[in-house]
């Protein structure tokens, strides 16, 4: 868990995600959209993935996708889509400097 956190917490916007799951790439794609530059782990290509899929699971987290925004664990993919339907997710975003306006 202590790497999970680690990395979660290394740049303004984190994904952990796999390779395969087109969720997780919707959720980027949306991230994106807003000018930031995510830092993205693959958990299924990750040397640790395993380890790190079940450190997320212990999170309360599904393992994919588990964002970190501002250092925090934000959750996965509906709380991110619910952030941006209420107008949150730009305003979380420049919060944690992964934006500027």
Request: glycine residues 8%; proline residues 4%.
């Amino acid at each position: 868990m202590d790497m999970v956190m680690k990395l979660g917490t290394s740049s303004a916007v984190v994904i952990f995600t796999k390779s395969s799951c087109c969720i997780s790439y919707s959720i980027e794609t949306l991230i994106r959209s807003f000018g930031a530059n995510p830092t993205i782990y693959e958990l299924d290509t990750h040397p640790n993935g395993k380890q790190m899929e079940k450190a997320l699971k212990e999170l309360g987290c599904q393992p994919t996708p588990a964002i970190f925004i501002g250092k925090e664990l934000v959750g996965g993919a509906n709380e991110i889509m619910s952030l941006n339907v209420r107008g949150k997710l730009k305003q979380l975003l420049i919060r944690a400097n992964a934006i500027w306006v």
